[in-house]
């Protein structure tokens, strides 16, 4: 059904639950998956974005092995989540993008604006996942 599937998540608690549905999906699809963590912050100093970015990286590295996904299949970038997930999904031709209902924290929790973001604008089917 799916070829190619793009899980969006953060490196929190929330995104392992999330991870785990994409996993199940992949599997289930016989499809390949990517993972993606987008930090919200375009403005921010380059060392400052390096900073962050080495914060991360262990603590996907961590989520994402312990489901058995490669490290070449884990990207972490800076920008807009919604678009940036939006344009990966596209550059890497993914048919599916699995995404969290919403954050738990901030006024993500309320809005689910990413979420709701993404499937407004994504080309492709979009599975939310209840958090």
Excluded: W
Excluded at 11 to 33: F, M, P, R
Excluded at 50 to 73: C, F, H, N, W, Y
Aim: overall charge negative; glycine content about 4%.
């Amino acid at each position: 059904m799916y070829n190619t599937i793009l899980c969006a998540i953060e490196a929190q608690d929330e995104g392992k639950i999330v991870l785990e549905k994409a996993c199940a999906l992949a599997t289930h699809s016989q499809a390949k998956l990517l993972v993606v963590s987008i930090v919200p912050y375009v403005l921010l100093p380059k060392d400052y974005q390096a900073q962050l970015e080495q914060e991360i990286i262990p603590k996907m590295e961590a989520m994402t092995s312990e489901m058995g996904v490669d490290r070449k299949d884990v990207i972490i970038k800076f920008g807009k989540p919604y678009q940036e997930v939006c344009e990966i999904a596209e550059a890497k031709e993914a048919d599916l993008i699995v995404v969290g209902s919403h954050s738990t924290k901030g006024l993500n929790k309320l809005l689910g604006s990413t979420a709701s973001a993404i499937a407004n604008h994504a080309k492709v089917d979009v599975h939310l996942v209840k958090i």
